[in-house]
């Protein structure tokens, strides 16, 4: 169990483990526009939709998770969770979720399965969590090109090297980036991930960086600031 200072995550049925990537995106991620209602996509433990229940005032946050042990240790986080009244989990995948489409969503909200490159490991639960053909950056983009309220905020985090053809992919359904945090371990590493925000409206974007950590373990000002609602040690 992953205890966070306001509400705890049992991970034990979940490929993909609580990791820096899901506390970011969940710290990140813009809630200016006061959202009213929020879809996390492909939510594993059900860490993205737990902490914006914890940030923001929505009055419902749908998740949606493909795996069916994932589901159901989802759907067991939320029950045990202060926002229980709000949470709800839909153990489908976002092909049928998009085809039956009941709302729009004022934030959307994902921390895609990464590796494009064609390996596979010996653990496909973890493979369908990881990996990209799970959840192609297309559907994604499209969903919530479909999905996202006029004033809706659409929010990722994903591999650096990635940036420049997500964005484009984004502008070609017409959503515009405003925001982007480009993320790197330490002073001296190379950026890894970008956190991205979108919305309909075409802008400049604010474009910034954030350093993890000084040294091992020793986090920088920023990140500290970012996380310290969340981990209990911050």
């Known amino acids: 169990m992953f205890k966070f200072k306001k509400f705890s995550v049992n991970q034990d049925q979940c490929a993909m483990k609580i990791g820096t990537d899901g506390v970011l995106l969940g710290a990140w991620t813009p809630i200016i526009n006061n959202p ?3 879809l996390d996509i492909g939510a594993g433990t059900g860490i993205l939709s737990l902490m914006l229940a914890q940030r923001s005032n929505a009055e419902q ?6 795996d069916e042990e994932a589901y159901e240790q989802c759907v067991e986080n939320f029950e045990t969770s202060a926002w229980s009244d709000k ?3 839909f153990h489908a995948g976002l092909d049928e979720f998009v085809d039956e489409p009941e709302d729009e969503y004022d934030l959307i909200i994902s921390n895609p399965p990464f590796y494009a490159e064609d390996f596979k490991t010996d653990n496909s639960q973890r493979d369908l969590a990881r990996f990209q053909d799970a959840m192609p950056f297309d559907e994604l983009i499209e969903a919530a090109a479909l999905l996202l309220s006029d004033n809706g905020i659409f929010s990722v985090i994903i591999p650096f090297k990635e940036e420049e053809k997500f964005v484009s992919m984004c502008k070609e359904l017409d959503l515009f980036p405003f925001k982007i945090t ?3 371990g330490t002073p001296t590493s190379e ?3 970008s956190l991205l925000a979108f ?3 075409e802008q400049t974007p604010i474009i910034d960086e954030l350093t993890i950590e000084i040294s091992r373990h020793q986090y920088t000002p920023e990140y500290i600031d970012m996380t310290k609602d969340f ?3 911050m």
Do not use: Q
């Open 36 to 38: 009213y209602n929020i």
């Open 61 to 66: 946050i749908d998740a949606i998770e493909i």
């Open 87 to 89: 949470l709800f989990c």
């Open 182 to 184: 480009r993320v790197k």
């Open 191 to 193: 950026i890894k991930r």
């Open 199 to 201: 919305s309909r409206i």
């Open 231 to 233: 981990y209990l040690k």
